[in-house]
């Protein structure tokens, strides 16, 4: 049995600013430093409850945050970007029983949230699916689904859990801390928080059989409200995409289809800056 850890930063318990999440920022080390023990209390309860090989992706900004001597070595780490599947990246290279999401946050414009956005925190306002707005958190789970790969577990803030509670059925939560503003957060002490990953790691993986796979079927329609019209002129671009002011649409046969151009618009959007 194998278990895929996708980690973001933005969650981790101890983690509230920008500073402590940009590389090259005073208190980026900070960040690293929790974000690499958090990955390895999910390693750690993966291990717990039985897992063969654990597979970790670094999930944050330029996707080389953990600090690889310092990761759990029973783990197999995929560092770096850009690659097809993102905050993904290696769940289609093998039959993994269930997927968990450590330190995860809302979607963009989610009052009281930690460091809330979708996929990008300055070209994006809000992302839909077939006109819902949704969280990095379904829009990988839906990447699990096309690989038939269930999520087990969320972890993050009580706003980000409150969301994977409500859209992704069986799934687990851990709030590592409360969200009082985009860069405000009462959090549990991080070893308290661990603590609760590791044993609800377990539990989501001694679990995993009973999980369904979050599953996108038929067409699947992406649209993206961009911050500003220079951006929204480049993302524009790419045949088949509709466009409405700063809002810009694709219609894929398929959910990675749909995701790609998700993808395409966020390289495009950066161009723009
Ligand atoms: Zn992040």
Known sequence: ??????IDME??????????????ADDYGIGRRLMTAEA??????AVDAGADQVVVRDAHGDMANLLPDELDRRAELIIGSPSAHAMMEGIDTRPFAVALFVGYHAAAGVEAAVLAHTYSGTSFHDVRIDGRSVTEAELNAWLAGEYGIPVGLVTGDDRICAVAEARLPGVRTVKVKRGHGFTVAASRHPEDARAAIRAAAADAVRGAPELTP??????????????????????????HVERDGRTVRYTGERYLDAFHCLRTWLHLAAAAR
């Open 1 to 6: 049995m194998d278990v895929f850890i996708s």
């Open 11 to 24: 969650g981790v318990a101890g983690v509230a600013t920008r500073e402590q999440c940009r590389r090259g």
């Open 40 to 45: 390895n209390a999910a390693v750690a309860g």
């Open 214 to 239: 979050t599953v996108a079927s038929g067409p699947v329609t992406i649209e993206v409200d961009l911050t500003d019209l220079r951006r929204a002129d480049l993302c524009a671009l790419p045949p």
